[in-house]
């Protein structure tokens, strides 16, 4: 009897490293994952994970720092990852950091800060350029000229 309800349960193991937090499940705490992670619950805690998936029912309140991340649902707190999709239906209250990509959908609704972090370049090209013009403008000042005073006819 012990036997077959094993071999069933083998089975029915999730071997594909997706991890779910569903939507009658509400987790307090940090989250750490070397895997991925899709959330149609709530996660009240700092999340560290390689992928996350946030369905439209899910919800983070805390920092999430992951590779890649897409959000459906709602995140009340700071977005740092390589790359982040925002999907029509995301709600963000809090600042995004990307480093390579940051695609949003038309209808998402973000109230925070978004800015592209360092992606390990020290230096392009256009960095260079732009530094070149403002070092030009201050070692080459404007030369004052006196403008001469007409007089007026009495």
């Known amino acids: 009897m012990f036997k077959k309800l094993r071999t069933e349960v083998k ?10 937090i569903g939507e009658t499940l509400q987790l307090e705490g940090d989250l750490r994952s070397s895997g991925s992670v899709d959330v149609a619950g709530l996660i009240n805690g700092n999340v560290f994970v390689s992928e996350m998936i946030i369905k439209e029912t899910g919800s983070i309140r805390g920092t999430l720092e992951a590779i890649t991340v897409e959000v459906n649902g709602h995140v009340e707190g700071k977005i740092i990852a390589d790359t982040i999709i925002v999907g029509k239906s995301a ?3 809090g600042d995004i950091f990307f480093k390579n990509t940051l695609k949003t959908e038309e209808g998402a609704d973000i109230d925070g800060y978004i800015k592209r972090v360092n992606n390990g370049k020290s230096h392009s090209e256009e960095d260079i350029t732009i530094e070149e013009i403002v070092e030009r403008t201050e070692t080459t000042k404007p030369k004052i000229v006196p403008v001469p005073q007409h007089k007026e006819a009495v």
Do not use: P
């Open 11 to 20: 089975h029915n193991i999730n071997h594909s490293g997706r991890s779910l």
């Open 91 to 93: 709600v963000i209250k």
